[in-house]
Every structure is written in structure tokens, then in C-alpha cells.
């Protein structure tokens, strides 16, 4: 069956052309000598992304595969202006990237609801003669064409926009705890990857507060080699201010296992590293407070840790009262403003983004089309209406 959650797109751009200038003289009885009346051409219309909070994916847009925006109208006499192209607004889930499918190059993107960003601008409508009349020349013949269209391949990335980012091998309780502190309802079972797609969920807090939390698909040990699913998801991560790491309390060597899944984040971005962690030991409802001080001294001492059970409950209110205080932080929203991923885009790694568009069986290339089946309006000659005086 396949998934409602697409967070990968490819798609061909293309805005308007402006339309043509006129290049006509006014000629009619009683006024032969009119001189030049040229309107101007109509400016090709726009793509534009608009940030929507209603979308959660790139659905939307997995098989739209070239959008246009229309072409400008050329201008006619009487300086008649050519008709302005409309513009085309694509929207997108806030926390939408943007990149230049073929050089890799970070082009944009869209952070937050109703933000507009201009992806490519249509052409200006060019001059009609009428615009260049002087006192020395009275009847210019000639007129400007309409600026070109810009056109472009475009990759579309989702990164989920989410106070706290759940990091886990699978099988860890991550899906259990958003569950559990949240309206959230991922699937849960006893068996490894059952999560197969990220999900949010608004955990709720005193005094009406709340905060995000983003539940992505586990990883594994060589998941930045391919195996499993890979770090494919970890993108939605990336803009997280907090990460909470999740180690099922039965685990042999619960540090060990932190430090592969700490391993495998700096393998996909070493930029995470910098993210202040909160380490929560998971199932721990079977543990007594004697076992659970036994482990505490084997644990990382870098980072706050919190014994949790999010079947029967125990340790969830501390466990929000630690993200809580990690998430307003002096430090942490200092980390956040700062953060390189805030505000210098690595470029995309093309080879890394064919592999995963591969996975997802959106690997082939884009057809592009002639002119001729693409133009949305006709292109119209240049004109030249010139009557001959008896």
C-alpha cells in the first residue's frame, strides 16, 4: 500500500514570458498623420510558494510534475496593454526546502503560514512604440519584446517543523510515548519498523502551554550505510531545537547503544551534535528504584537522564518537566538563532537525493515537453499594421 507521506518531490518550473511590445502608427480618416500608438506587452505571470499550515506532506504535488505560469499578452494599437500573465501559487507544509535540482544549490524556503516566496519571476512586457516618441522622432518604428521566461528544476524537501525530535532504535517506545502524551495515534506493534512514516503530535503542558513532538521511523546501527531505512527521515530532525533519545530500559549497555545512535546523527549532520539531548530509559515500569540508581551510574553524565514508562505513566510528568526546561533554555534558544541550518543552507547532496528518490520509485526523468504543448496562451507576431496613405 503506498504512503500518504511525501517529503521528496522533483518538479519542472517554468513562469510567463513577457508579451511583445506594438509597433503601430495611427492611420485613420481624418487624422492620417496620428503617429505611434503602440500599447505596451502584459509582464508574465509569477511561480510563487505560499507557506500553508493545512498541508502536512507534498502529496499534493508528488505527480503535478511541471507547472506554468501563463505567458504575457502582447500589446496592441490604440496603446491597448497586453494582458498580464497570472501568476501560479504552489502551496507547501511549512518547513519546506527548496533546491536547484540540477546544480544542488539551496534555492529557498518556507517556514511559516501564508509566506510567499517569489521562485522564479516572470518576464517584463516590452515597450510599444508609443513609448518612444520624441520631438525629433515623431514615428518611431520599432518596439521592445517582452522579456524571457526563467525556467527551473526544482526539488522540494519537507523538514517537519517540531520542538522535540524523537531519536530511537525501532522497537524503542517512541511511538508509545507520542501516543501517550499527545491526541497523536501512530501505529504501534511488537514488531521493528513499524513506524513507517514521521508523525506530530502537541504534547500538553501546565498552565496551557504545549510544545511539538516529532516522531520519525527508528534507525539502526549502518543505517548512514543504507541499511534499515536509512537516515532518510532524519531531515525532520534537523530543524528540531531538542533531541530526545530513547533506549528501551532492558538493553544490555544502554550507554552503548546512545553512543551509536549519537554515531549515526553525526554521521547524516554533524550539525545536530550541537542540539541540547535528553536521554529517556523507556519500559521501565519492571525496574525498581533500586536497579533503576544501579543504572543511573552507567549512564552518560553530559546530558539529563529520565527512567520513563509510557504504558503505565511513570516518569512522564518529569520527563516534561525536563523538556520543558531544556526547550527554554538560555543556551538552547541561543543554539537556535544561531544555528547554521537556520541560517546558511548546505547545498543538497545530489547523490544522496537520487538514492532516495530511488528508494521512493520517483527516479525517472523528467519529460520535458516542445513549446508547442506547453504554451498556455498563443504567441502572437509582432504587429505591424501599417496602412498605406493614398
Not at 74 to 93: A, E, F, L
Not at 130 to 154: I, K, S
Not at 190 to 215: H, W
Not at 368 to 382: G, P, R, S
Request: charged share 30%.
Amino acid at each position: 500500500m503506498e504512503s500518504n507521506f511525501v517529503d521528496y518531490v522533483k518538479i519542472y518550473c517554468r513562469s510567463g514570458k513577457g508579451g511583445k511590445g506594438s509597433m503601430h502608427l495611427r492611420h485613420v480618416k481624418y487624422n492620417p498623420n496620428g503617429g505611434p500608438d503602440g500599447g505596451d506587452g502584459g509582464k508574465g505571470g509569477s511561480i510563487i510558494l505560499r507557506g500553508n499550515h493545512n498541508y502536512w506532506t507534498l502529496l499534493h504535488l508528488k505527480y503535478e510534475r511541471h507547472i506554468f505560469a501563463e505567458h504575457g499578452g502582447n500589446g496592441g494599437r490604440d496603446k491597448c496593454h497586453g494582458t498580464d500573465g497570472k501568476d501560479v501559487y504552489i502551496d507547501v507544509p511549512c518547513g519546506t526546502v527548496v533546491y536547484n535540482a540540477e546544480t544542488g544549490k539551496y534555492v529557498c524556503d518556507v517556514t511559516y503560514d501564508g509566506q510567499e516566496v517569489m521562485l522564479l519571476k516572470g518576464g517584463r512586457g516590452g515597450l510599444g512604440n508609443f513609448q518612444f516618441r520624441t520631438a525629433t522622432n515623431q514615428a518611431p518604428r520599432y518596439a521592445q519584446p517582452g522579456e524571457p521566461m526563467q525556467e527551473m528544476t526544482v526539488i522540494l524537501e519537507l523538514k517537519l517543523l517540531a520542538d522535540v525530535g524523537l531519536v530511537g532504535f525501532p522497537n524503542a517506545g517512541k511511538s508509545t510515548l507520542v501516543s501517550s502524551l499527545s491526541n497523536a495515534r501512530p501505529k504501534i506493534a511488537n514488531y521493528p519498523f513499524t513506524t513507517m512514516e514521521p508523525s506530530l503530535g502537541i504534547v500538553g503542558y501546565r498552565d496551557n502551554k504545549s510544545f511539538v513532538m516529532a516522531d520519525i521511523p527508528g534507525i539502526i546501527e549502518g543505517a548512514s550505510e543504507g541499511k534499515g531505512l536509512g537516515l532518510r527521515f532524519l531531515r525532520h530532525i534537523e530543524r528540531n531545537s531538542l533531541l530526545l533519545f530513547m533506549v528501551p530500559g532492558d538493553t544490555d549497555d544502554i550507554k552503548r547503544e546512545y553512543e551509536i545512535l549519537l554515531n549515526e546523527l553525526a554521521l547524516f549532520n554533524p550539525e545536530l551534535l550541537d542540539k541540547h539531548r535528553v536521554l529517556a530509559v523507556t519500559k521501565c515500569d519492571l525496574l525498581d528504584e533500586e536497579l533503576i540508581d544501579m543504572l543511573k551510574e552507567t549512564l552518560p553524565q553530559d546530558l539529563p537522564v529520565v527512567f520513563i514508562s509510557a504504558v503505565s505513566g511513570f516518569g512522564l510528568e518529569e520527563l516534561k518537566d525536563v523538556l520543558w526546561r531544556e526547550l527554554n533554555a538560555e543556551s538552547n534558544k541561543l543554539a537556535v538563532l544561531t544555528s547554521e541550518d537556520s541560517l546558511v543552507h548546505r547545498d543538497k547532496d545530489m547523490s544522496r537525493f537520487a538514492q532516495e528518490l530511488a528508494d521512493e520509485g520517483e527516479d525517472e526523468d523528467i519529460e520535458y515537453l516542445d513549446d508547442d504543448e506547453i504554451e498556455d496562451i498563443e504567441d502572437f507576431e509582432y504587429e505591424e499594421d501599417l496602412e498605406a496613405e493614398d
